[in-house]
């Protein structure tokens, strides 16, 4: 079965400070990865997700994660945070065999301060 | 394009009563998902189909929750009767294509409170 754990439900940094939300997977088999962020009363929209190309995913909004196999960890980043950040991101795994089935994090609260 | 629209975006209801939520996916996406999103966790599936076809509804809770989605366009999903613990969001989610790797398009959802 495959897992996600996000590690810290609420994250808070400075406007214009390093951003970073860690997430761990586990899954039997190669994963795709992805994650997705939902602004207030608003449904998931996607950021990245990697496909088992490059390890190193850029998205949207200036956010990138990196794939560590050795470390089953797939930690999203954006070096300088904006105010327009804050919101609720998701990191979710999917099963490369068979059909796509997302299984979702709980979820890291981030909160930019000014 | 427009999106994954869903109504109503809010329902108040008393328990026991019967609720409807209905979805229309993206124009030509043939994988249409609900996920269902208590306060504070990520998203946990409910049913998935491929056109009209459920092909996974193992965390479907079948006593009370129904699904359909006729002709493979729009669906909707009920409760009936419903309990305390149904109060969440409802969120329904369309793809254009099956296989893993495939983007999901979500909706705003729809906050059910159960009085």
């Known amino acids: 079965a495959q897992s996600v754990t996000q590690l810290g439900s609420h994250v808070s940094v400075s406007e214009g400070a390093l951003v970073l939300l860690r997430c761990n997977y586990s899954s039997s088999v190669p994963p795709y990865l992805f994650w997705y962020v939902q602004y207030p009363n608003q449904g998931l929209q996607l950021l990245l997700k990697y496909t088992s190309a490059a390890t190193l995913v850029k998205g949207i909004n200036g956010f990138e994660a990196e794939f560590k196999k050795s470390e089953t960890s797939f930690h999203l980043t954006k070096p300088s945070a904006h105010m327009s950040d804050a919101a609720e991101y998701f990191c979710a795994v999917s099963d490369t065999k068979g059909a796509q089935k997302l299984v979702f994090g709980q979820g890291t609260r981030l909160t930019i301060n000014p | 394009e427009a999106g994954v629209v869903q109504s109503p975006r809010y329902k108040i209801i008393e328990k026991k009563q019967p609720v409807a939520f209905w979805c229309n996916p993206i124009s030509g996406h043939n994988t249409l998902y609900w996920y269902l999103q208590n306060l504070g966790q990520g998203p946990e599936l409910l049913i998935r189909?491929?056109?009209?076809?459920?092909?996974?509804d193992s965390q479907l809770p079948k006593d009370r929750f129904s699904a359909e989605r006729l002709k493979g366009v729009d669906s909707t999903l009920k409760i009936q009767p419903a309990e305390l613990g149904d109060s969440a969001v409802y969120l329904c989610?369309?793809?254009?294509?099956?296989?893993?790797?495939?983007?999901?398009?979500f909706g705003e959802g729809s906050r059910l409170t159960v009085l």
């Open positions: 989610a369309s793809s254009p294509r099956t296989g893993p790797a495939g983007e999901l398009f």
């Open positions: 189909y491929e056109n009209e076809e459920a092909v996974d």
